[in-house]
């Protein structure tokens, strides 16, 4: 039962229906709840009842203090008696968002109240829900000494820290803390306050902050799986360290020495973290130190401490490092992620299942990886028949959590974006450890000798899912590897006898990828990328699609909206491709007998022998006319002009002969092609409303689900070898 359920069941407070007003019945105020510091100032009232257990008569909120000719508001006291003689506590409350140096501006209003009220008061708690700052207030000092926490009721004497495994109680009675869950909305605001912490000063970019909280957030969740017995503290929270005396110089070190010793802890824990790693043969997550100084690194601490990141909602954590991932990626650096709901309807039509081996070679932050993830764990609790909001089996969990770490692969280039793959993943209680910083394009041999991970093995795959980069060229003379690609080679032109193979100059990256694919996948694996549609549709790329034939079997085509990456800054019009991998000596077979045909047409037709002649004729056409221009210029004839003419024009109708014949060729080509290899059904299909705008906007329909569940049904038909599907209604 979370606190305000809690309390209202207690009537300690009291909502209006619609949820707007809430009441605080001892005092019999009611206010707007629909203001965030509110819903702060609620839960801080709810947690001074039932978690620290003052008697709600030795509570007050909105305490009037006079300041010299003015009055001013106090958000809450806590007294040592009912009668509100004797103060104890005083507390300030600010909206979860705020920044700061406005938890700042709260923390000296409320020293201010302080000594404006002084006498017996001992305390001082600022807090804005997702942050607490706790001090012992003595009027006669400068100093603020920091604090661990404020004494629950009757306790005399406070321990250094908070927070234990499992809570518990220290010799002198205080309460010590569990860690607790949060929502999602809650963990999104910490991700981005303590992104917002690290860089707002100035002394760190966006970039820098970014790495130095992935890397504290590393140090959170591996210090929450260490083994620890009830009672004992977590290292990953401020403890403090003991005055040797009330000297404000004594003091002063003890706040130097408590964020000294909070730096050296988090050093161990990630050094811990990268050496476990290291054993478990997973690439290291980061490559440098952590670089913030003792005061960063107890802001962010001071933000993360009291959250149990494991038992947080998987899903809840997981959109919520998302949502804080995508905007700050999308505003610092432009990368162009693949929106949810595409990434969702890739996977929810293709049939992974835990034991599948699923890659994607340009995985930007791991969409669709844990897309995967979620659809196999979600097979596995539908197995086990877990429901909603209970605790998963260990056979469940190792079912999916299997998957997790050995059939999940992924490769980003930009190295940050790797590494925040990797953290996503954790987060997601992990399946990070074959995420590798890598260029996708290099050969599986070079990427297995650079990253030491064997796992990426040729022919291995059952599923490659992803949305390479659109438009990037590579060049033979920038990537050594291109000439590895086939597709970055042109081959001889059957209808140009005088053509000659050679090396293409560039290639695009999108083109590249779909080769790479194929070295990949095993026999009858399936590929499902995103791909401009020009690639489909341009006469230009037609060896591209002459590939595609000879390599895979073309499953289906889905046609995506022009809006469908503008909200996320790029507008080209694009497709979903969904390939099956057809066996080498199918590819064999189709490339042999695409060449018999050619070499049958050309040397066995009439049509062939007159491609040929007219070739020749070409030729001998071209002599003729530069002997008699040759001629013409020796004797300086009037008529140069006009045979320069005719031999253009003799030219022009040549080629145009040549083209009707290579036409007829290329007719002839395509209907004995077709008649070799039996047909097959496509599938084929047109998203208008993907359940966005082009803002990101929601528009309440999305027509990739239905699309989805008949190209899942399709896909299983084609596994199933069920011709009986293919015969009834229209597919698409």
């Known amino acids: 039962m979370d606190l305000l359920t809690e309390a209202e069941s207690r009537r300690l407070v009291r909502f209006s229906e619609d949820k707007s007003v809430i009441t605080y019945v001892h005092q019999n105020i009611s206010r707007n709840y629909r203001n965030p510091e509110e819903k702060v100032q609620a839960e801080t009232f709810c947690k001074l009842v039932l978690r620290y257990h003052y008697p709600v008569e030795n509570i007050r909120q909105y305490v009037s203090i006079t300041d010299g000719s003015g009055v001013r508001q106090a958000d809450m006291m806590v007294y040592n008696d009912a009668k509100h003689t004797s103060p104890h506590i005083v507390v300030e409350c600010k909206k979860e968002d705020s920044s700061e140096q406005e938890f700042a501006q709260a923390t000296n209003q409320a020293f201010a109240y302080a000594h404006l009220t002084a006498g017996t008061l001992k305390y001082v708690w600022t807090t804005s829900g997702i942050k607490n700052a706790y001090y012992l207030f003595d009027k006669e000092s400068s100093i603020r000494e920091t604090i661990s926490d404020i004494p629950q009721y009757g306790v005399q004497k406070l321990s250094a820290y908070k927070f234990a495994y499992n809570g518990g109680r220290t010799d002198g009675g205080q309460q010590l803390f569990p860690l607790e869950k949060v929502t999602e909305s809650e963990l999104t605001n910490i991700f981005k306050q303590a992104h917002q912490a690290l860089w707002g000063g100035g002394e760190l970019n966006p970039s820098e902050a970014f790495d130095e909280l992935d890397k504290l957030i590393f140090c959170k969740i591996y ?25 404000p110089g004594a003091k002063e070190e003890a706040e130097r020495e408590t964020n000294r010793r909070l730096l050296r802890r988090l050093h161990r824990l990630y050094e811990e973290g990268r050496r476990i790693g290291e054993r478990k ?6 490559k440098e130190e952590i670089k913030l100084d003792a005061q960063k690194a107890r802001t962010v601490v001071g933000y993360l401490e009291g959250i149990d990141l494991m038992n947080t909602d998987l899903d809840s954590k997981g959109r919520a490092f998302e949502t804080f991932m995508g905007s700050f990626f999308r505003g610092d650096f432009g990368q162009y992620f693949t929106p949810r709901k595409i990434v969702r309807f890739v996977v929810d039509c293709l049939p992974i299942r835990n034991t599948s081996k699923v890659m994607d070679t340009s995985c930007g932050s791991g969409g669709f990886l844990l897309q995967a993830l979620d659809k196999v764990r979600g097979e596995a609790r539908r197995f086990y028949r877990v429901e909603p909001g209970r605790e998963e089996p260990r056979r ?8 997790a770490q050995y059939n999940l692969y992924g490769i980003e280039i930009n190295e940050q974006i790797a590494r925040t793959a990797k953290m996503n993943m954790i987060i997601h ?22 990253t030491d991970n064997r796992g990426f093995e040729e022919e291995s795959f059952d599923f490659i899912i992803t949305n390479p980069p659109f438009g990037s060229v590579i060049k033979q003379t920038e990537k050594a590897y291109l000439h590895q690609y086939s597709l970055a080679a042109r081959e001889v032109d059957w209808l140009n006898p005088a ?39 341009n006469a230009s790329m037609q060896y591209v699609r002459d590939y595609i034939g000879e390599t895979f079997r073309l499953v289906a085509v889905v046609s995506l909206p022009q809006t469908a990456f503008m909200a996320n800054g790029a507008g080209v019009k694009s497709s979903v491709l969904f390939l099956k991998k057809y066996s080498r000596a199918e590819k064999a077979s189709r490339r042999g007998t ?10 066995d037709t009439q049509v062939g022998k007159d491609l040929f002649r007219l070739f020749n004729e070409k030729k001998e056409t ?31 109708e040549c080629d145009a002969r040549i083209q009707d014949v290579r036409e007829r060729l290329s007719e002839r080509y395509e209907e004995n092609y077709r008649r070799a290899f039996p047909s097959y059904p496509v599938f084929m299909a047109i998203a208008e409303d993907i359940g966005y705008d082009a803002t990101g906007k929601e528009t309440g329909q999305n027509e990739l689900e239905p699309i989805a569940a008949e190209l899942a049904r399709f896909i299983d038909a084609i596994e199933a070898g069920d011709d009986a599907f293919f015969h009834g209604a229209p597919i698409a």
């Open 499 to 537: 053509s000659k193979a050679a090396a293409r100059p560039s290639q695009s990256s999108e083109v590249l990828f779909i080769e790479q694919a194929e070295r990949y996948l095993r026999d009858g694996g399936y590929l499902a990328i995103v791909v401009p549609d020009g690639l489909l549709t």
């Open 396 to 403: 469940c969990f190792d079912r999916w959590h299997d998957f």
């Open 281 to 286: 043969n997973d690439p290291e997550i980061f």
């Open 622 to 652: 071209a002599k003729k006319y530069n002997r008699l221009i040759s001629e013409a210029k020796r004797k300086a004839a009037d008529n140069l002009k006009e045979l320069t003419d005719e031999k253009k024009r003799a030219a022009e």
């Open 223 to 247: 210090d929450e799986k260490k083994d620890r017995r009830d009672g004992e503290p977590y290292d990953f929270q401020v403890i403090t360290a003991e005055p040797k005396d009330h000297s």
């Open 594 to 603: 695409r060449e018999a045909i050619q070499s049958s047409l050309l040397q």
């Open 429 to 450: 209680d992990d399946g990070h450890t074959n995420v590798v910083a890598a260029d996708g394009l290099l050969s599986p041999e070079m990427l297995r000798n650079r």
